[in-house]
């Protein structure tokens, strides 16, 4: 059974840190491509980063030095570091498991599986 589980969210203060793990079961991840995806109240789902193998990673300019994606294929777990958090990384953070390889991480419909979501909240 495929599943994608992610944890980690919660309320934070501005400036501060999570890290959101996603765990994953059902396939192995050495063969896919890890998204995270973040999705505010009344937008729409946005790309924030991505990672296949060990030397492809990419991040929305909106997050690029703040959050840092990792992997571990051994424990088939993703990861995504976050901090100096602002108002605006608020929040439902998804992750989603793709197995085809493109240009395009940032498209939703280019992805397999997805998590039920983590909700990350960053207000004072």
């Known amino acids: 059974q495929v599943q994608l589980v992610e944890s980690g969210g919660g309320l934070v203060q501005p400036g501060g840190s999570l890290r959101l793990s996603c765990s994953v079961s059902?396939?192995?991840?050495?063969?896919?491509?890890i998204g995270w995806f973040r999705q505010a109240p009344g937008k729409e789902r946005e790309g924030v980063s991505y990672?296949?193998?060990?030397?492809?990673?990419y991040y929305a300019d909106s997050v690029k030095r703040r959050f840092t994606i990792t992997r571990d294929n051994d424990k088939n777990m993703a990861y995504l570091q976050m901090n100096s958090l602002r108002h605006e990384d608020t929040a439902v953070y998804y992750c989603?498991?793709?197995?085809?390889?493109?240009?395009?991480?940032?498209?939703?419909?280019?992805?397999?599986?997805w998590g039920q979501g983590t909700q990350v909240t960053v207000s004072s």
């Open positions: 059902g396939f192995s991840l050495d063969d896919y491509g």
């Open positions: 989603a498991a793709r197995f085809r390889a493109s240009d395009s991480w940032v498209r939703v419909a280019e992805y397999d599986y």
């Open positions: 990672s296949r193998g060990r030397n492809t990673t």
